[in-house]
């Protein structure tokens, strides 16, 4: 998104989209100044959040073009980029804080923390020749933290224009359980397994890591994560963000983690968890005591040498169309050969329809126009003065 006030503009977000592959070549949108530093008229890009498609394009933009992100936000990537070289660094000149504003040249921007899967994300409020327009970036109002509701509570004020996303509009479904919820649905599924319990997560959603290690607490299991994950928790700078050294949490290194240190020379990652290691032989030999935490290769690693077997129990804790994936496939046919049950306990990074409703309600915009979506023309079904815009195209806040 381009943003133009008095001859000076700001980009929102340079997201990769999901749907490409991972060696296709993306090009930027046509912004002037944005790949090249040629055109002072850019004051800088916003990023809201550390996920792919917010962010994915970012080693593109000219060095010489200010990017501004959350400081967590941005540790939590540099730390991801080890185990996943295919996130580029954000490289942020200033970082964004909740509630404080600061000016880019006509522009006013206040940063406002949200709840997403992604952790330390904003939405924006940007102000410029007498209008106000509201970015929001992704948001969800059924995660563990209160910043929905405090918005709902206390909304800017003053918003023409709502730039709202959408993802759910336009595939409306049950309303989507709570983190708390999650965490109660894993407690019990920990508590009726007999051997060992695997969770396969993204190692960035630390609201998930909060939410198993909490489960696994309730069904007095110890937690075991893998070097990724312990790398994000570290990351995000929050002394109350589980990690190893916690009670009851431990860690589990996967073979292709350990050859990533080895090859790297990064022996520090493996010498900082040492004391709080666990080895598969001890999975091997006492499953009923443990909950893993990792990717899918993980699982199909325990399962391979033996640790999570028939009477374990394989949870699958991200997005449902991820298993009809080929890699999902073979995750599900590997399971199913060792006669372990895969469920899923799972709750959506975004918002809810019914949220979307009260957050227009709230804030009471001029206009809402649809982001992030592939059902822009159901959004005048539920939002009024909804107003569709097409890519490309400038139109006025």
Not at 14 to 27: C, F, H, K
Not at 212 to 232: E, P
């Amino acid at each position: 998104m381009e943003v133009e006030a008095g001859g000076s503009r700001l980009v929102l977000d340079v997201g990769r989209p999901l749907t490409s592959g991972t060696d296709e070549t993306i090009a930027l949108p046509d912004v002037p100044g944005l790949a090249d530093g040629s055109d002072p008229s850019l004051l800088g890009v916003l990023i809201s959040h550390g996920h792919l498609d917010h962010y994915g394009l970012i080693d593109q933009v000219h060095p010489s073009v200010p990017v501004y992100a959350g400081q967590a936000a941005s540790a939590v990537v540099e730390a991801a980029r080890f185990f996943s070289p295919r996130g580029p660094a954000l490289r942020p000149s200033g970082y964004l804080v909740d509630g404080q504003t600061f000016e880019l040249g006509p522009f006013v921007v206040t940063p406002h923390l949200v709840d997403h899967s992604a952790f330390d994300a904003y939405a924006f409020v940007v102000e410029a020749a007498g209008r106000r327009l509201m970015y929001t970036g992704d948001l969800r109002g059924h995660g563990r933290k209160r910043s929905f509701a405090s918005m709902l509570e206390t909304p800017p004020a003053g918003i023409d224009t709502l730039l709202m996303e959408g993802t759910h509009v336009g595939s409306e479904r049950a309303e989507p359980r709570t983190e708390t919820h999650v965490e109660l649905d894993l407690a019990d599924s920990f508590r009726s397994t007999a051997g060992l319990a695997v969770v396969a997560s993204s190692a960035q959603n630390v609201d998930r890591l909060v939410t198993v290690y909490r489960a696994a607490r309730r069904a007095g299991r110890t937690l075991l994560v893998d070097l990724y994950s312990a790398a994000v928790a570290e990351a995000t700078g929050r002394p109350t963000i589980p990690r190893p050294g916690f009670p009851g949490l431990g860690v589990w290194a996967p073979r292709r983690q350990r050859v990533q240190v080895k090859e790297s020379g990064e022996f520090h990652r493996t010498a900082a968890v040492r004391r709080y290691r666990a080895f598969t032989e001890q999975l091997v030999a006492h499953p009923e005591r443990y909950v893993v935490l990792g990717g899918s290769s993980a699982a199909h690693e325990l399962l391979r040498d033996g640790a999570l077997t028939a009477g374990g129990t394989l949870v699958w804790s991200m997005w449902s169309g991820y298993l009809a994936e080929p890699s999902g496939v073979r995750l599900r046919d590997a399971a199913r050969l060792a006669g372990v049950p895969l469920v899923e306990h799972h709750t959506s990074g975004h918002a809810s329809v019914k949220d979307l409703r009260r957050l227009v309600e709230a804030v009471n915009p001029a206009v809402v126009v649809p982001i992030h979506t592939d059902g822009a023309d159901e959004f005048a079904r539920h939002f009024p003065r909804t107003a569709p815009q097409h890519d490309g195209v400038w139109w006025s806040v």
